[in-house]
């Protein structure tokens, strides 16, 4: 049987004769670990901040641009990877960020001073920055039409486990007491450490899962490798329908060139030396009219819902141990009970180190580190598996509801639990506004994202997406490096600017309707 496949339509081959089944299963499996990866890299550092605040003699600020350093990575080389991808494939282009990652955390774990330590995170996010889209894409291409959206729906829900994963690990680990040194005991490894080394298991894990499989079968046959893309496809058939390898019925697959019409948005020199300038020229299209007004609004939300997202999940743990380490002594004289910005009075806590010491008769300079208590992560493993939970029911009910009332909803809703923050009567109100405030702000994130296929034609469409995923990044280190700054100023002063911000963005997202669907 020959099976003649061009370049822009080798996806013939058909559900039925790739299959679903032990293969795929397998594949989704291994890539667990593998998209944990990103989730990891992006949450570590909010937990392990209170424990290693004296050995990495962290102020608020130190905290803030620690916090952000990942993401700024993530933004630096974004363009760069996909153009990578595309040319020497995905397989091994995954691989190579897995293992680098792999040795970034655990080089990172060993960390001596507060800079060495920076550095480390923002190559992680260099590296891991570009694998998850290029794991996305790997999955997808070895699923036909029938099965790809419902699979890449349960590996997205599969990955925010992930952030369930993040505070469990360490709620198990963090409160413990282990200790061990190497090389005549110039390197301790306490407890924060040996958490940073466990934090290097998904990559790892994703490394030796992913070695077995084999490269995209699409990505092959775009480079003309028919035979290498054969022999996949027949390993995928026997594993799902335990027949051998030569029973699959395609035995001849030849790829020929099918001539296109040159459009405006492929310049006719296609070597691949110009592939990063092709890359860089097709944004110049997302900007015309009618696409810039929805595209700037849609910009414009999901910087201020990862804002929301990504600062709460970072800053989170250390609310929680300032909120613990509140002495209620402090406000013995006045009747009325102390507020949450009273408990989180900068000024006490950056002097508290220095007043402990002095109570111990230490003269010199000594950090003395706040009580960490197994209620902070416990706290927000909870919270996280809220959040969780919270954004899979809504995936349950989007296409009832509609995604622009979703959105709408969750927009003005996480700007109120924002606004809400500084008034909040009790610690366990605020965590309940903190659990709130995070599912809100993904599923305004995710919502917000679907709705580009509404804004923009397919033949922009990868563009647009990658171009607002990097504006969503960059939200998330300017409101990394901005919290700590504004918590300086007034306590209040964060919690408004964010809840501010997306209320603003309610008020844009009632006219995006305006421009969704077909446009001309």
Request: hydrophobic share 50%; charged share 15%.
């Given at each position: 049987?020959?099976?003649?496949?061009?370049?822009?339509?080798?996806?013939?081959?058909?559900?039925?004769?790739?299959?679903?089944?032990?293969?795929?299963?397998?594949?989704?499996?291994?890539?667990?670990?593998?998209?944990?990866?990103?989730?990891?890299?992006?949450?570590?550092?909010?937990?392990?901040?209170?424990?290693?605040?004296?050995?990495?003699?962290?102020?608020?600020?130190?905290?803030?641009?620690?916090?952000?350093?990942?993401?700024?990575?993530?933004?630096?080389i974004a363009v760069v990877w996909g153009f990578i991808a595309d040319h020497?494939?995905?397989?091994?282009?995954?691989?190579?960020?897995?293992?680098?990652?792999?040795?970034?955390?655990?080089?990172?774990?060993?960390?001596?001073?507060?800079?060495?330590?920076?550095?480390?995170?923002?190559?992680?996010?260099?590296?891991?920055?570009?694998?998850?889209?290029?794991?996305?894409?790997?999955?997808?291409?070895?699923?036909?039409?029938?099965?790809?959206?419902?699979?890449?729906?349960?590996?997205?829900?599969?990955?925010?486990?992930?952030?369930?994963?993040?505070?469990?690990?360490?709620?198990?680990?963090?409160?413990?007491?282990?200790?061990?040194?190497?090389?005549?005991?110039?390197?301790?490894?306490?407890?924060?450490?040996?958490?940073?080394?466990?934090?290097?298991?998904?990559?790892?894990?994703?490394?030796?899962?992913?070695?077995?499989?084999?490269?995209?079968?699409?990505?092959?046959?775009?480079?003309?490798?028919?035979?290498?893309?054969?022999?996949?496809?027949?390993?995928?058939?026997?594993?799902?329908?335990?027949?051998?390898?030569?029973?699959?019925?395609?035995?001849?697959?030849?790829?020929?060139?099918?001539?296109?019409?040159?459009?405006?948005?492929?310049?006719?020199?296609?070597?691949?030396?110009?592939?990063?300038?092709?890359?860089?020229?097709?944004?110049?299209?997302?900007?015309?009219?009618?696409?810039?007004?929805?595209?700037?609004?849609?910009?414009?939300?999901?910087?201020?819902?990862?804002?929301?997202?990504?600062?709460?999940?970072?800053?989170?743990?250390?609310?929680?141990?300032?909120?613990?380490?509140?002495?209620?002594?402090?406000?013995?004289?006045?009747?009325?009970?102390?507020?949450?910005?009273?408990?989180?009075?900068?000024?006490?806590?950056?002097?508290?180190?220095?007043?402990?010491?002095?109570?111990?008769?230490?003269?010199?300079?000594?950090?003395?580190?706040?009580?960490?208590?197994?209620?902070?992560?416990?706290?927000?493993?909870?919270?996280?598996?809220?959040?969780?939970?919270?954004?899979?029911?809504?995936?349950?009910?989007?296409?009832?509801?509609?995604?622009?009332?979703?959105?709408?909803?969750?927009?003005?809703?996480?700007?109120?639990?924002?606004?809400?923050?500084?008034?909040?009567?009790?610690?366990?109100?605020?965590?309940?506004?903190?659990?709130?405030?995070?599912?809100?702000?993904?599923?305004?994130?995710?919502?917000?994202?679907?709705?580009?296929?509404?804004?923009?034609?397919?033949?922009?469409?990868?563009?647009?997406?990658?171009?607002?995923?990097?504006?969503?990044?960059?939200?998330?280190?300017?409101?990394?490096?901005?919290?700590?700054?504004?918590?300086?100023?007034?306590?209040?002063?964060?919690?408004?600017?964010?809840?501010?911000?997306?209320?603003?963005?309610?008020?844009?997202?009632?006219?995006?309707?305006?421009?969704?669907?077909?446009?001309?």
């Amino acid at each position: 049987m020959a099976l003649i496949v061009d370049k822009t339509r080798y996806h013939v081959i058909s559900t039925a004769e790739r299959g679903y089944g032990l293969f795929n299963v397998l594949l989704l499996m291994a890539a667990i670990p593998a998209g944990w990866t990103t989730v990891f890299d992006t949450s570590t550092t909010a937990f392990i901040m209170p424990s290693a605040e004296c050995e990495l003699d962290l102020s608020l600020f130190r905290k803030g641009l620690l916090a952000a350093s990942t993401y700024a990575g993530m933004i630096c080389i974004a363009v760069v990877w996909g153009f990578i991808a595309d040319h020497i494939g995905r397989k091994y282009l995954l691989l190579f960020g897995l293992i680098s990652d792999t040795l970034c955390n655990v080089f990172g774990s060993a960390a001596q001073s507060y800079y060495v330590y920076l550095s480390f995170k923002f190559t992680s996010g260099i590296i891991v920055g570009g694998p998850f889209a290029i794991l996305m894409t790997y999955i997808a291409e070895f699923h036909g039409e029938r099965h790809r959206s419902r699979v890449l729906m349960w590996t997205g829900s599969l990955f925010a486990l992930g952030n369930v994963a993040v505070p469990a690990l360490s709620r198990a680990v963090l409160p413990r007491t282990w200790s061990f040194s190497l090389f005549n005991n110039s390197l301790i490894f306490d407890a924060w450490r040996i958490f940073l080394l466990i934090c290097a298991l998904p990559p790892f894990l994703g490394f030796v899962a992913m070695w077995s499989f084999p490269e995209s079968p699409k990505f092959l046959m775009t480079k003309g490798r028919s035979e290498e893309a054969l022999k996949v496809f027949r390993r995928m058939y026997s594993m799902n329908t335990g027949k051998p390898e030569d029973d699959y019925p395609v035995k001849i697959l030849r790829i020929e060139n099918v001539a296109k019409v040159q459009t405006p948005l492929e310049p006719a020199n296609r070597s691949s030396r110009d592939g990063l300038r092709r890359s860089f020229y097709r944004m110049k299209f997302l900007f015309p009219t009618p696409y810039i007004f929805p595209l700037f609004t849609i910009n414009v939300i999901i910087f201020a819902s990862m804002t929301g997202m990504h600062v709460m999940k970072s800053w989170l743990p250390q609310l929680i141990v300032i909120l613990n380490n509140f002495d209620p002594k402090e406000s013995d004289d006045s009747p009325i009970v102390p507020t949450i910005c009273e408990k989180l009075n900068v000024q006490a806590i950056e002097a508290f180190g220095a007043q402990a010491a002095l109570a111990l008769g230490n003269t010199t300079e000594t950090c003395i580190p706040m009580i960490v208590s197994t209620t902070v992560y416990t706290n927000a493993t909870i919270i996280a598996a809220s959040a969780v939970t919270g954004s899979f029911l809504v995936g349950a009910i989007v296409n009832k509801v509609g995604k622009k009332s979703i959105l709408l909803v969750s927009l003005v809703s996480g700007g109120s639990c924002y606004l809400g923050l500084s008034f909040s009567p009790s610690t366990t109100i605020f965590l309940v506004l903190c659990s709130a405030i995070i599912a809100l702000t993904g599923i305004s994130t995710n919502a917000i994202t679907s709705m580009i296929i509404e804004v923009v034609p397919t033949s922009l469409r990868a563009t647009a997406v990658s171009v607002t995923l990097m504006t969503g990044r960059f939200g998330a280190l300017t409101g990394n490096l901005l919290f700590p700054l504004l918590l300086n100023v007034s306590c209040d002063a964060p919690f408004y600017y964010i809840g501010g911000f997306l209320t603003l963005c309610f008020v844009l997202a009632i006219f995006l309707s305006k421009y969704s669907g077909k446009l001309p």
